[in-house]
């Protein structure tokens, strides 16, 4: 069963930091490309960084890019999210989710994990 | 950047009648838009790949449609499980993903 596992959620000062993790479990991680994907309280769904499944390739949206780094250890099956530099405009639930194999969707993703940017 | 309109925002519905939500993009997306389920406090459940093909597990009343600008998910026979906000999403600028705003399936 794949299974997707954020942790490294809380609330946080802006212009402060704050490194997301990821544990995948359940299939051959170093396999897929992975991806963050945040959601705003009551608000809808954005796609946030790519990496991936070797970890050369990497994109971000345009709202983070400079003040986050995404990242991935495939000997310990797990994505990371680095966010410097936070913003009250950053809260959301922060998502990991996994590319479909060769195809345009995210086919599984996590349960999440809340970042609060306030003081 | 293509952006995609789902109609209507809200639709009020009751178990056992049919839901058609539709999502429109701004241009061409071919056949690469996918659909998904979210019910309050859970992660986002893919449904449906590829604007038609049912992804793993999903039950036959889901269907999906369309091709370049007009899409539409269709739930055929609404159980009690199915109300919850739809989203669709395309990658033409892959890999960078844009979602719709989404429907929110209300109980009527």
């Known amino acids: 069963e794949v299974q997707l596992v954020e942790s490294g959620g809380g609330l946080v000062q802006p212009g402060g930091s704050l490194r997301l993790s990821c544990a995948a479990s359940?299939?051959?991680?170093?396999?897929?490309?992975m991806n963050w994907v945040r959601q705003a309280p009551g608000k809808g769904l954005e796609w946030v960084s790519y990496i991936s499944s070797s970890g050369s390739t990497i994109y971000y949206a345009d709202s983070v890019k400079g003040r986050f780094t995404i990242s991935r250890d495939n000997a310990k099956n797990s994505l990371y999210l680095q966010m410097n530099s936070l913003r009250a405009e950053d809260t959301a639930v922060y998502y990991c989710?996994?590319?479909?194999?060769?195809?345009?969707?995210?086919?599984?993703w996590g349960q999440g994990t809340l970042v609060t940017v306030s003081s | 950047e293509i952006v995609l309109t789902q109609s209507p925002a809200t639709l009020s519905l009751s178990p056992g009648e049919r839901a058609t939500l539709s999502c429109r993009a701004s241009?061409?997306?071919?056949?690469?838009l996918a659909w998904y389920q979210q019910k309050p406090g859970q992660a986002p459940r893919l449904l449906i790949y590829?604007?038609?093909n049912r992804a793993t597990g999903i039950p036959a009343r889901f269907s999906g449609s369309g091709s370049g600008t007009d899409f539409t998910l269709t739930i055929s026979s609404l159980e009690p499980e199915d109300f919850a906000v739809y989203y669709c999403?395309?990658?033409?600028?892959?890999?960078?993903?844009?979602f719709g705003q989404g429907t929110k399936l209300e109980i009527k």
């Open positions: 359940g299939f051959t991680f170093s396999s897929y490309e």
């Open positions: 989710a996994r590319d479909s194999y060769g195809g345009n969707d995210l086919d599984y």
């Open positions: 590829d604007a038609s």
């Open positions: 241009q061409s997306v071919s056949s690469y």
């Open positions: 999403q395309q990658r033409s600028n892959w890999p960078r993903a844009t």
